[in-house]
């Protein structure tokens, strides 16, 4: 939807522009990128983990001596079927502390483009070891608090008459009174 509705701007994805893996549909994250690209849009894909190497390395820890910020770009690089790269994977170093990211951009750009989408980024978002504040927020606020599950549990208890049963306790299941160490006085 995002990627419909907004326009010559950058959408930041958490992750990367692989599909085939870990329930990413080829076909699904092939169209949200004609999408961004149909509206001017840039997708940036951040990812803290890959599996990709060059020479023996996961490529996040090959060192590199230019100061930051910096990306180093991966040619030749090849993922086993049915694994797909969407997108060209870099490595990004964007402050001076000791971390690199593996950053994923849509295909269909320049060179040029490609770092003028990352300057834009480091003009208009803060950066913190070497990654974008925008994600570290999406992180904190895609998750719920205790209280607020304890609220959508009342919520769904009180609307649709649903009783909560709590989950058994394994410890006790399989060990019975010798699975917590009774306190005797």
Same mark, same amino acid.
């Given at each position: 939807m995002l990627a419909s509705m907004v326009s010559n701007g950058l959408i930041l994805f958490d992750g990367s522009l692989t599909a085939g893996v870990g329930g990413v549909s080829t076909r699904a994250l092939k169209q949200i990128l004609v999408r961004a690209g149909e509206n001017n849009n840039i $997708?940036?894909?951040?990812?803290?983990?890959? @599996?990709?190497?060059?020479d023996g390395h996961i490529i996040t820890d090959v060192p590199f001596e230019l100061r930051p910020p910096c990306l180093l770009e991966?040619?030749?690089l090849k993922s086993k079927p049915p694994i797909t790269l969407l997108?060209? $994977?870099f490595v990004a170093k964007l402050t001076c502390e000791d971390y690199a990211f593996r950053l994923d951009i849509?295909?269909?750009l320049s060179l040029e483009q490609k770092i003028e989408a990352v300057e834009k980024l480091l003009g208009n978002d803060v950066i913190s070891q070497s990654y974008p504040e925008t994600l570290r927020l999406a992180h904190i606020l895609c998750t719920f608090t205790a @209280? &607020? $599950?304890l609220a959508m549990q009342h919520f769904a208890v009180r609307k649709y008459g649903l009783k909560l049963v709590n989950?058994?306790?394994?410890h006790k299941l399989l060990f019975g009174p010798f699975g917590r160490? &009774?306190?005797c006085s």
């Open positions: $997708v940036l894909a951040f990812s803290k983990m890959t @599996n990709l190497r060059a991966t040619i030749g997108g060209d $994977v849509s295909k269909d @209280n &607020e $599950v989950r058994p306790d394994m160490g &009774e306190i």
